[in-house]
């Protein structure tokens, strides 16, 4: 699997057309799940802060034009305000000219509006596909609005009110909004027209139509809707708002997906492993005694150049500061667990942890850029 960033091209109608966006998952909990869509069957990850200020600048020493960032997934970014905050923060820190966009289902958008604002913030888009809670009921299998889980009669109708609310809030902040909606056939198809024009009523400034595609191991399938039948439909919709079609909603969530994996740059070249056997990453990063580092020979070839020790639990909270310390030639550590403290003071350094339970070398030549993505291998931090 290719996990190098990408560009991709994105029109729009909004205040300033961008050249294109590069989507950053900064958001760990999930909220909602439709009824169509697979089943996870994996743990979402996601990145932090220092992670997103560094793929955004990777991709621009690289020559992308990159004009607008996107705050979305794995999770919603309102569900976890404050790391979202915190990335979109240091996003505009760095590059305080880059556009930045938040894509949400709305839980909370009359709450946090005017800090997003503050951060920075100027585009909204919101995740709509029905204005009743009946036809909401029809779409989601759960909705969760808050750590509590709720019937789902009761939380769609929660889900209606904020959504409601949330339109309202981010135009009176002075938010561009764009409504984000999928056509399911016979689940919202008779009821969008309506929809349309609750939302523009509401001060919405534009509407998105992905076509509903099946999506692989889904255990609930609808028939794809007719091309010319998506055509008709968005003429429709644009009488009453500027509408236009996006991609299938299976494809349709990042614009562009930049790789959530880090790489190596001149001034950190190497890897750190976590191991017990020397052959795989099998340790959580609190049990390490010590330090596989992996790197470049003069030759070129990628392997193991050292062991470090690593500092016990005693050295108490200084602890993972030291462990950075020891690594400053390190773009990333590899282990098989972490807690949040440990990657967050790494991320701070820098260094990437990737949680994985594979073959050492066979993960290490994946993050130098050759051969397959090891089975499970995600980024956990910066």
């Not at 305000?81 to 958008?109: D, H, W, Y």
């Not at 929809?195 to 255990?219: F, N, R």
Request: hydrophobic share 40%; glycine share 8%.
């Amino acid at each position: 699997m290719d996990t190098s960033p990408k560009t991709t091209e994105r029109s729009c109608i909004g205040p300033e057309p961008h050249a294109s966006i590069v989507q950053l998952q900064v958001a760990p909990r999930i909220n909602h799940r439709i009824r169509f869509s697979a089943l996870g069957t994996t743990k979402p990850t996601h990145i932090l802060p220092q992670a997103a200020v560094k793929m955004v600048s990777d991709l621009r020493s690289k020559g992308a034009a990159s004009d607008s960032v996107l705050i979305y997934g794995p999770g919603d970014p309102l569900a976890d305000i404050e790391l979202s905050l915190e990335s979109i923060l240091a996003i505009k820190e760095n590059f305080p000219e880059i556009n930045v966009i938040v894509r949400t289902l709305g839980i909370g958008g009359l709450q946090y509006a005017d800090k997003l604002r503050k951060a920075g913030v100027t585009e909204v888009e919101l995740l709509i596909d029905g204005m009743d809670p009946m036809v909401l009921e029809n779409l989601y299998a759960w909705i969760r609005p808050g750590f509590k889980t709720l019937k789902l009669s009761e939380a769609a109708e929660i889900l209606h009110i904020e959504q409601t609310q949330s339109i309202q809030a981010f135009k009176d902040a002075g938010m561009f909004v764009r409504i984000v909606s999928t056509l399911y056939p016979t689940a919202n198809d008779d009821h969008l027209l309506v929809m349309a024009k609750k939302v523009a009523e509401l001060g919405a400034d534009e509407l998105i139509l992905h076509p509903y595609s099946p999506e692989p191991e889904a255990d609930i399938v609808l028939p794809e809707p007719e091309q010319k039948d998506v055509l008709s439909l968005i003429d429709e919709l644009s009488e009453i708002l500027p509408s236009r079609q996006g991609r299938p909603a299976s494809t349709a969530t990042p614009e562009l997906t930049t790789s959530i994996l880090p790489k190596p740059d001149k001034n950190r070249p190497n890897i750190a492993v976590v191991s017990s056997n020397g052959m795989d990453v099998d340790l959580h990063l609190g049990q390490a005694p010590q330090l596989l580092v992996y790197g470049p020979r003069d030759d070129g070839l990628n392997c193991l150049l050292e062991c470090r020790p690593a500092p016990a639990s005693s050295a108490g909270k200084d602890r993972w500061e030291i462990l950075a310390s020891s690594i400053p030639d390190c773009f990333a550590l590899l282990t098989a667990s972490a807690g949040e403290r440990p990657r967050r003071i790494l991320d701070g350094h820098g260094i990437q942890v990737v949680i994985t339970q594979d073959n050492i070398n066979g993960t290490v030549d994946q993050l130098y850029g050759g051969g397959k993505k090891s089975r499970g291998m995600h980024s956990k931090s910066s």
